[in-house]
């Protein structure tokens, strides 16, 4: 089956060539003011997967940032501010446009190679249980409809045990292996 | 209802073969406080922390009956929950001598963390460092991702910190013997259940979002 890669900065995915699959966030793309979205919707007879990609570990990032990067690990600030927005602003968006017709499962796919302590299934289960409850409520009340049906906190091992049909890789930019 | 004298419950547990262990922790439990004895600051502040937390101390009430007395009230340390009574035993052992940090034995504890309250393992860890610091052997079983956790995220080198983790497992061979594997890295340890079993949890609920949500 042809494939087609699909990258995002270091990581690169290679999909099936007639997986319907779509950009959210593409450069160049008007999107509504105020939205934030997922990097790629993939559909699969049985669901909708949001895919949000967050890379601590990009060789070319100084370790200044990486540092900084890592900060938002911390607390909830990443979860509360980032990831847990992303989720709901992309399913209005998908709602909106009419394309909500098969459950959606939120894929948070973390590039934490070399961060030893965090690169775990310990802890992406652990931040896949602060997220889930998050975006479950984000007020004093909680959403009455689960428009997110459930979500998987990943790392690149993990991405590819779990979808190994459609398996990932990291392409350091700055040519170092 | 008149509490049961330790002398009587110590010789009925001789009777009835319980493990040596707990007659030794009932005859220092209630062994009474020194009034010359001087405890270090670094205990003291353990004791403090503790007492904090469970609001209260083993005493003596006036019948020499052991009960747990907070804010002026005696409670039968039979209603504490069973981590506070943990914390609560090891306030006993340091007030009345029975545990002098670097001058007696090592303290045996088995599985510390159990039936407390997660948030107070951070603390349960800390004071035992404060009092490893003063040259207290301890040896600890445990289950516990939470508890190996704090140790390792609490190690300071230049505290003198030396912690020993020992996985004990049964080997592959036919004999099934036990077999000892020892690291001072956290992220060394190998064979780790521990983390085997987060990963069971782990890979389980992929299969259940991937399968029936």
């Not at chain 1, 099936?16 to 509504?32: A, H, V």
């Not at chain 1, 959606?104 to 249980?129: A, H, M, R, S, W």
């Not at chain 2, 207290?136 to 505290?159: R, V």
Request: hydrophobic share 35%; net charge negative; proline share 4%.
């Amino acid at each position: 089956m042809p494939i087609k890669e699909f990258s995002e900065n270091e990581i690169v995915f290679s999909f099936p060539e007639d997986l319907s699959k779509d950009k959210l966030d593409e450069q160049g793309k008007r999107i509504p003011v105020g939205m934030s979205l997922a990097d790629l919707v993939i559909n699969t007879d049985d669901y909708t997967y949001l895919i949000e990609i967050k890379d601590f570990s990009c060789s070319t990032a100084s370790e200044s940032r990486k540092k900084a990067d890592l900060k938002l690990l911390q607390g909830d600030e990443l979860i509360s501010n980032k990831l847990t927005p992303k989720a709901r602003d992309s399913y209005t968006f998908l709602h909106l446009m009419e394309r909500v017709d098969r459950q959606i499962i939120y894929v948070v796919l973390l590039g934490l190679d070399g961060v030893e302590p965090l690169n775990n299934k310990t802890f992406l289960n652990i931040y896949k249980q602060k997220l889930i409850k998050n975006i479950r409520q984000e007020a004093d009340e909680p959403w009455e409809k689960e428009h997110i049906s459930d979500c998987i906190v990943c790392n690149l091992e993990t991405w590819n045990d779990i979808f190994p049909h459609w398996p990932t890789q990291r392409r350091p930019m700055n040519g170092a292996h | 209802m008149k509490e049961v004298p330790t002398t009587t419950i110590v010789t009925y547990m001789k009777a009835l073969h319980f493990d040596e262990t707990y007659t030794d922790l009932i005859k220092k439990l209630t062994k009474p406080s020194g009034a010359d004895l001087t405890i270090s600051e670094k205990s003291e502040w353990v004791l403090s922390e503790i007492k904090k937390i469970v609001r209260g101390s083993f005493v003596y009430d006036r019948s020499g009956n052991l009960v747990f007395r907070s804010f002026g009230t005696d409670f039968s340390v039979n209603v504490m929950a069973e981590g506070f009574r943990k914390l609560g035993t090891l306030c006993r052992l340091i007030e009345n001598g029975s545990l002098i940090p670097g001058n007696g034995a090592p303290l045996l504890w088995d599985e510390p963390d159990s039936n407390l309250n997660p948030l107070l393992i951070k603390l349960l860890v800390e004071t035992l460092y404060a009092l490893s610091e003063q040259g207290q052997q301890i040896i600890l079983a445990t289950h516990s991702y939470n508890l190996i956790k704090w140790f390792d995220l609490l190690f300071d080198e230049g505290k003198d910190h030396h912690v020993k983790y020992h996985t004990l497992s049964r080997d592959n061979s036919e004999s099934k013997s036990i077999r000892i594997d020892s690291t001072e890295d956290f992220n060394a340890i190998d064979p780790n259940p521990i983390l085997d079993a987060f990963s069971e949890i782990y890979d389980t609920d992929i299969d259940r979002i991937l399968k029936e949500s």
